[in-house]
């Protein structure tokens, strides 16, 4: 018998029911992994994607270390006899087509974009693990953080300038987090909606009280060697910078309040002349 045929057959001998909370739940996104971790009771959640042990992309890297990984393939992730899997919006449509031919529920949630959003999400998810308590528990929790991180300050400027000359625009949870710390976002007023190119003439005549950037990779890249332009090193001598990681602003979880409260800082102390 073929590799396929055996597959198939195992398939059909662990197809899963729907019925109550879900007891083997698998996700395959960096995001729902992160959610699930915080919502999931123990035992339900049995695999996060490999990405959430990554210490650049993941706010989670010691509580993900406690799964097995998954890469996101339909059949490693049915081999794992899942009722639930978490997806997000850009994750393979072929993996998530194919999971739920085979008659795997498959929640799908797109990315935040806004601070709102982060609540929103919270409550999708924990309402997919029949987690409802858990998740409004989480909600309060988040807003009364972003709460404590609000103030009435007029608008200084903010730059988020990565490898490449990338920056976040218009309709992003970044551009929300700017926003609420009280900074106009250099990228949106360039017209960038969503993420794009800043180009580094744009950066310096826009002349930001404040340059976003994150921790360099290991290793040297030719993709961040714009960030040691001279020009852009003058720039950061007279503007403050806030050197964050990736993982602090990637995901709509209530870690995004790292990224709020370091903005926040910046603010304050722009308003106390620092």
Same mark, same amino acid.
Request: hydrophobic share 45%; glycine share 10%.
């Given at each position: 018998?073929?590799?396929?045929?055996?597959?198939?057959?195992?398939?059909?001998?662990?197809?899963?029911?729907?019925?109550?909370?879900?007891?083997?739940?698998?996700?395959?996104?960096?995001?729902?992994?992160?959610?699930?971790?915080?919502?999931?009771?123990?035992?339900?959640?049995? !695999?996060?994607?490999?990405?959430?042990?990554?210490?650049?992309?993941?706010?989670?890297?010691?509580?993900?270390?406690?799964?097995?990984?998954?890469?996101?393939?339909?059949?490693?992730?049915?081999?794992?006899?899942?009722?639930?899997?978490?997806?997000? +919006?850009?994750? !393979?449509?072929?993996?998530?087509? $194919? @999971?739920?031919?085979?008659?795997?529920?498959?929640?799908?949630?797109?990315?935040?974009? +806004?601070?709102?959003?982060?609540?929103?999400?919270?409550?999708?998810?924990?309402?997919?693990?029949?987690?409802?308590?858990?998740?409004?528990?989480?909600?309060?929790?988040?807003?009364?953080?972003?709460?404590?991180?609000?103030?009435? $300050?007029?608008?200084?400027?903010?730059? $988020?300038?990565?490898?490449?000359?990338?920056?976040?625009?218009?309709?992003?949870?970044?551009?929300?987090?700017?926003?609420?710390?009280?900074?106009?976002?250099?990228?949106?007023?360039?017209?960038?909606?969503?993420?794009?190119?800043?180009?580094?003439?744009? $950066?310096?005549?826009?002349?930001?009280?404040?340059?976003?950037? !994150?921790?360099?990779?290991?290793?040297?890249?030719?993709?961040?060697?714009?960030?040691?332009?001279?020009?852009?090193?003058?720039?950061?001598?007279?503007?403050?910078?806030?050197?964050?990681?990736?993982?602090?602003?990637?995901?709509?979880?209530?870690?995004? @309040?790292?990224?709020?409260?370091?903005?926040?800082?910046?603010?304050?102390?722009?308003?106390?002349?620092?």
């Amino acid at each position: 018998m073929g590799r396929a045929a055996v597959f198939a057959l195992a398939l059909l001998a662990a197809m899963p029911a729907w019925a109550g909370p879900p007891r083997r739940v698998v996700s395959i996104n960096l995001c729902t992994d992160q959610l699930a971790m915080l919502l999931a009771e123990p035992g339900q959640l049995i !695999s996060v994607s490999d990405l959430a042990t990554d210490p650049l992309a993941s706010s989670m890297i010691e509580e993900a270390r406690a799964y097995p990984a998954n890469r996101g393939g339909a059949e490693q992730v049915f081999l794992m006899h899942p009722d639930l899997v978490l997806a997000g +919006s850009y994750t !393979s449509q072929a993996s998530v087509a $194919l @999971l739920r031919d085979l008659g795997v529920r498959v929640v799908q949630v797109a990315p935040v974009d +806004s601070l709102a959003g982060v609540s929103e999400q919270i409550r999708v998810i924990a309402e997919a693990l029949g987690r409802a308590e858990a998740g409004e528990a989480l909600v309060r929790d988040f807003e009364a953080g972003l709460a404590a991180l609000a103030r009435d $300050l007029p608008p200084a400027t903010a730059a $988020l300038y990565y490898p490449n000359g990338y920056t976040t625009g218009k309709g992003t949870l970044a551009d929300d987090v700017l926003a609420y710390t009280n900074f106009g976002n250099v990228g949106a007023t360039a017209g960038v909606t969503g993420g794009g190119t800043l180009p580094m003439e744009r $950066l310096i005549m826009a002349d930001p009280d404040v340059i976003v950037t !994150s921790a360099p990779y290991p290793g040297a890249s030719r993709s961040e060697e714009i960030l040691t332009h001279p020009a852009l090193t003058e720039l950061r001598a007279r503007a403050g910078v806030v050197a964050t990681t990736d993982a602090d602003w990637i995901c709509g979880t209530p870690h995004i @309040l790292r990224a709020v409260a370091a903005m926040r800082a910046a603010r304050d102390g722009l308003e106390a002349g620092e």
